[in-house]
């Protein structure tokens, strides 16, 4: 780790110093800092960057994206059904009942889900008391939020406990997935809605979409991590 740290901090100094000081000479004389005062308080000059290090993104994005969608937009779609089917069938259902029975039985989920504790079940059936007593509107919001939570829960268990058991039985596997598993956790989860919905549009699937992203990593962290701590002598027995 420390030899890594050695290299690539001063290659990246090394390249950001080469950068600054192209930008420097290639920029306007009107822009040139006269003094080292202005150089530091007086960033104008870093706005005439070299045009030959820019990186036009746009129209390789856009194209990828149309071929993307021309050549595998049944299986984008496939995937849109069943998610938007789940979350339709889900949310009708749970709107369809008295939000009265609904509080109710997220008040006796919560007492067992807790351990039996009466603080944490008091405070989270009054929250969905006041939103029922609250208005309507609300509520079916509400419903609709849980739902898209509750798909994007089922699809990381469905998923992420299968792949944790393999990468605890698979080394190689294991220090293949890691890397992948910390760019997913390092980029914020609003980024995941991008290309959700260039691939399926605005509504329920990108936001379940981005949820599983998300929040499968850790799932499959903690059932690898929990398989490989347990004591041989448990295994073998």
């Known amino acids: ?89 889900m949310k009708d259902f749970l709107v369809g009942l008295p939000w009265p029975l609904v509080v109710a039985i997220v008040i006796i989920l919560t007492y067992f889900a807790s351990g039996k504790k009466m603080g944490t079940t008091i405070m989270v059936g009054f929250c969905t008391f006041f939103i ?7 509520w079916d919001k509400c419903i609709m939020t849980t ?41 914020p989860s609003f980024c995941y809605l991008i290309p959700g919905i260039l691939l399926f549009g605005l509504g329920a699937v990108p936001a379940i979409i981005a949820i599983f992203v998300y929040s499968v990593p850790p799932l499959i962290r903690l059932t690898d991590l929990g398989i490989r701590l347990v004591d041989k002598e448990v295994v073998e027995a």
Do not use: H
């Open 1 to 89: 780790m420390k030899k890594n740290i050695i290299f690539w901090v001063p290659l990246f100094l090394a390249l950001f110093a080469v950068l600054v000081i192209v930008s420097y000479r290639s920029a306007r004389p009107r822009y040139k800092p006269e003094n080292l005062s202005d150089l530091l308080s007086d960033f104008s000059w870093l706005g005439n960057w070299p045009k030959w290090l820019d990186f036009p993104l746009m129209q390789p994005l856009n194209a990828g994206f149309d071929w993307l969608i021309k050549e595998y937009g049944m299986f984008f779609d496939g995937i849109n059904n069943f998610l938007l089917g789940a979350y339709t069938l």
């Open 132 to 138: 029922g007593f609250l208005s309507p509107r609300y």
């Open 147 to 187: 739902c898209i939570v509750l798909i994007g829960m089922l699809l990381c268990l469905v998923v992420g406990i299968p792949i944790g058991i393999t990468m605890a039985r698979r080394p190689k596997f294991r220090k293949t997935l890691l890397p992948v598993l910390d760019l997913m956790q390092t980029i």
